[in-house]
């Protein structure tokens, strides 16, 4: 992991020196949501094991990297114990923000799932994950990842829970769950998302998200808030303008099929491993609205659009609906756009590296817990490197005879 993180000037000591300091202040800022010392030390054990090297994170395996004879500490401190884990959850969203954030921060919206077995496990059912590629017996966790040119981290998450758990009060109060839950689908939890983020101040000026939030809650949470989106929907989604020449009206595949070529540009969604992510794009500007009309605080007219992405070597096409100030270019809706695909990398490097999907325990506690710990770590990771990657490399003075 510090390999990764040396494409800057830091060395080796001063990225193990940005590690050691990160991590001491990641503990201070943790530590005061704790009201007995021993849980403190079994918090901050906890972290040190998810940063460590051990390739799997389980219980047994945490308890003998911080030399526990067994893992009923660690146990104790997702289950049993008495603390907030949205109170961490907000100690890791003014992290990120104080190393992360931007002005022009992207809020992206995603969801994974995490296989289990059997029916204890809080929330579990059959239900489709893209983490599987189908239906299977899982819990779903939907998250939100800012996003900005210093990096990403996860900011905030939330367990979804199906109907056949919010309608069975016997069966949530034997997972734990908080009376005040009751069913709300994964469009409604990512709008409480972002609305909490408003309110703590995160600076973001855009949401991207999958067609699974591509309309409803989240497009209403958002132009009230007057932030900008590119938010997937499905071809069969009905786009109309007004005050166009000419008019378009029809589902988006349809629309699609009727583009001239010269309505394609080639454009780049940002680099990726293999190099620039070239796509064709097209961008159809709707109707333009004024902010009154919709009590946003950004004054002015914006425009709703539909933006399409054509897959290079397959002709794939895939849909955005999008809401931008007047005058967005495409490039810069492609560029938010782009951003999506960072929250599957925090998907992939906080399940391989940090146990994200690790979690032992059973109870709606046990994984607010566990994942928040982890989204510390993710964050502790995420600020290193950008500072790692800040340093101007040491310049070295030529020997003289």
């Not at 114990?81 to 923000?97: C, E, K, N, P, S």
């Amino acid at each position: 992991m510090i390999q990764d993180m040396m494409s800057g000037g830091a060395s080796v000591e001063e990225t193990l020196e940005l590690w050691a300091r990160s991590l001491r202040s990641a503990k201070d800022r943790m530590a005061p949501l704790f009201t007995q010392k021993r849980v403190v030390d079994s918090a901050c054990a906890f972290l040190d094991i998810l940063i460590g090297n051990e390739p799997r994170k389980t219980g047994w395996m945490r308890a003998e990297a911080a030399g526990d004879p067994g893992p009923w500490r660690q146990q104790a401190l997702l289950g049993r114990g008495h603390w907030d884990a949205d109170a961490l959850r907000d100690v890791v969203r003014d992290y990120v923000i104080e190393h992360l954030g931007t002005e022009e921060g992207v809020l992206v919206i995603d969801e994974t799932g995490f296989l289990k077995k059997g029916q204890a496990s809080c929330g579990v059912g059959r239900q489709y994950t893209g983490s599987a590629g189908k239906i299977t017996n899982c819990q779903i966790g939907v998250f939100a990842t800012y996003v900005s040119a210093r990096g990403h981290a996860f900011v905030d998450r939330a367990l979804y829970l199906p109907k056949d758990w919010t309608s069975n009060r016997e069966r949530l109060k034997q997972a734990h769950v908080p009376d005040d839950v009751v069913f709300a689908t994964k469009p409604a939890l990512a709008s409480m998302m972002i609305e909490r983020s408003i309110e703590a101040g995160v600076p973001f000026r855009w949401v991207a998200a999958d067609s699974v939030y591509g309309v409803g809650d989240v497009e209403r949470t958002l132009r009230r808030a007057g932030i900008g989106y590119v938010l997937g929907v499905k071809g069969n989604h009905w786009f109309g303008s007004w005050a166009t020449e000419p008019l378009i009206a029809g589902e988006a595949k349809d629309i699609a099929a009727g583009l001239p070529d010269q309505a394609w540009r080639r454009l780049s969604a940002g680099h990726g491993t293999k190099g620039e992510r070239l796509y064709d794009w097209a961008y159809l500007p709707l109707a333009d609205l004024d902010a009154e009309e919709f009590d946003s605080p950004i004054a002015g007219p914006w425009t709703r659009g539909l933006l399409i992405r054509r897959n290079i070597s397959d002709g794939d096409l895939a849909y955005f609906t999008t809401w931008s100030p007047k005058g967005t270019t495409t490039q810069e809706l492609v560029n938010v756009e782009g951003t999506r695909w960072r929250i599957e990398e925090c998907f992939e490097t906080a399940k391989n590296e940090f146990g994200l999907d690790h979690n032992e325990t059973r109870s709606w506690h046990g994984w607010h817990r566990h994942v928040s710990l982890v989204m510390l770590a993710y964050a502790v990771m995420a600020s290193v490197r950008y500072q790692a990657n800040s340093l101007k490399p040491k310049k070295t003075q030529r020997r003289t005879r």
